[in-house]
């Protein structure tokens, strides 16, 4: 034993190498078991849902995965097969994958789905802003009823990041976001339809859009890796040397919130879909009528019908400077169960120069964007409609922005609606 002690402490710089080694390989191992424990605890859960007995009439659950198996340096095929590909066979779910990793055929894949009870978003930020956009611009019937989920096996995964803040392991999210889809439990999510310049095709975003010049350093900050988590700091703290942090003027026409009235509620048409109802043995043999499927149902809410809005669709005009605007739906913001309808646009204030601010900005945005009213760094409204008309040399300056992680040039005024519930989300907050 003395030896040993002798020896190490001759040779110091090699026991410090090698106790260095010890511990992180006991804490990788540590850590792939507990993984290992989590995923295990799942797949029970999701067999608990495969064990159910499926009542008569009624068929297997499908599901569409479309995988880009490109994203993450290529390691996406093997983080599905592992982490969500036994969740979902699990829970009893029939699924077809169209894989690619060529993001232009996903729109192609999309169009030529059948009728599916899921359609599963596979991939990185790109993949999923892809499969949005043709989501909501095929006119392909039933389509845009269909439940969709989203997997995040890209490298950053901005989107899912969004929407579920939760600090878990990569591969976690990825199971997290499998069982919510083996559950089957939606929730109704608002998109922001963009329209980029006056003559432009539309983008829709269910997360939101940011511009200004600390998007621009923000996509700086991947560059010094090496510096670990003062890479932010050093990235600003260089940014406001080279003077590169300037501020963008734009002029706002908004339309503020309204909480219904007679103005702007329409009749609401819902169709409730009939599962379980009983039927008898030679009605199962034949298919289900049309009218026995779904039964539609207009109603006027009868709590608007007599409230009057004298500020229902009346177009504000406003100026604004900043250094950083974001226009966030609520989805990454409010429980699921909210009935509440609007959008936020979030500015940072022009007055606070303080560089830890700046580095510590984004890393807060997200995690605290509920509280934002609170918090001094920024500024917040609520408005339902908007429209930003830059300046000439605000688009010299920051010609591009960023729409739920992917970035896009800017054409024109940017014209931003909201279509509230638009799209059915698997959460795993629901149920």
């Not at 008569?56 to 659950?61: E, N």
């Not at 006119?139 to 929407?163: E, F, Q, R």
């Not at 819902?270 to 109802?277: C, D, E, F, H, V």
């Not at 009868?302 to 504000?316: M, T």
């Amino acid at each position: 034993m003395a030896k040993i002690a002798t020896t190490l402490w001759t040779h110091k710089k090699k026991a410090a190498v090698l106790f260095g080694a010890i511990a992180w390989g006991t804490n990788y191992g540590l850590e792939k078991r507990r993984i290992h424990e989590i995923m295990r605890s799942l797949c029970l859960e999701a067999k608990q849902f495969g064990d159910r007995p499926i009542p008569i009439g009624q068929q297997v659950r499908k599901a569409v995965v479309i995988l880009n198996y490109g994203s993450h340096k290529s390691k996406a095929r093997k983080l599905y097969e592992n982490y969500a590909a036994p969740l979902l066979n699990l829970a009893g779910i029939q699924t077809t994958i169209y894989a690619t990793d060529d993001t232009t055929k996903l729109r192609e894949y999309l169009e030529h789905i059948e009728q599916t009870d899921a359609v599963i978003f596979a991939g990185g930020d790109d993949t999923v802003f892809e499969c949005i956009q043709a989501y909501f611009k095929l006119d392909k019937p039933g389509l845009s009823s269909t439940p969709v989920g989203i997997l995040p096996l890209g490298y950053s995964n901005a989107v899912y990041n969004a929407l579920r803040p939760e600090k878990l392991e990569d591969v976690l999210k990825i199971a997290q976001a499998a069982m919510a889809a083996a559950k089957g439990a939606c929730a109704a999510s608002d998109v922001l339809e963009i329209k980029n310049g006056d003559n432009a095709e539309k983008d829709y975003a269910i997360v939101g859009l940011q511009w200004g010049s600390l998007r621009d350093v923000e996509t700086v900050v991947p560059k010094y890796w090496y510096l670990g988590p003062f890479a932010p700091l050093f990235t600003y703290c260089l940014a406001t040397v080279k003077r590169s942090l300037t501020s963008i003027s734009t002029v706002l026409q908004y339309v503020n919130v309204c909480p219904g009235c007679s103005k702007c509620e329409q009749l609401v048409v819902t169709t409730t879909t009939i599962t379980n109802a009983p039927r008898t043995w030679w009605q199962n043999i034949i298919s289900r009528r049309k009218h026995d499927l779904a039964v539609p149902h207009s109603t006027l809410p009868q709590k608007f019908s007599d409230e009057v809005n004298e500020d229902c669709g009346i177009i504000h005009e406003d100026s604004l400077v900043t250094e950083d605007l974001h226009i966030l739906t609520r989805n990454c913001t409010v429980p699921v169960h909210s009935d509440e309808r609007y959008l936020y646009l979030t500015f940072r204030r022009p007055d606070i120069d303080t560089l830890w601010s700046k580095s510590k900005l984004r890393s807060r945005f997200l995690n605290e964007v509920n509280k934002l009213g609170d918090v001094e760094h920024y500024a917040k409204r609520t408005l339902q409609e908007v429209r930003i008309l830059p300046k000439e040399n605000d688009l010299v300056q920051h010609p591009k922005m960023e729409i739920d992680g992917r970035v896009v040039e800017i054409k024109g005024p940017l014209h931003v609606k909201l279509h509230p519930k638009k799209l059915f989300l698997f959460s795993p907050e629901v149920g």
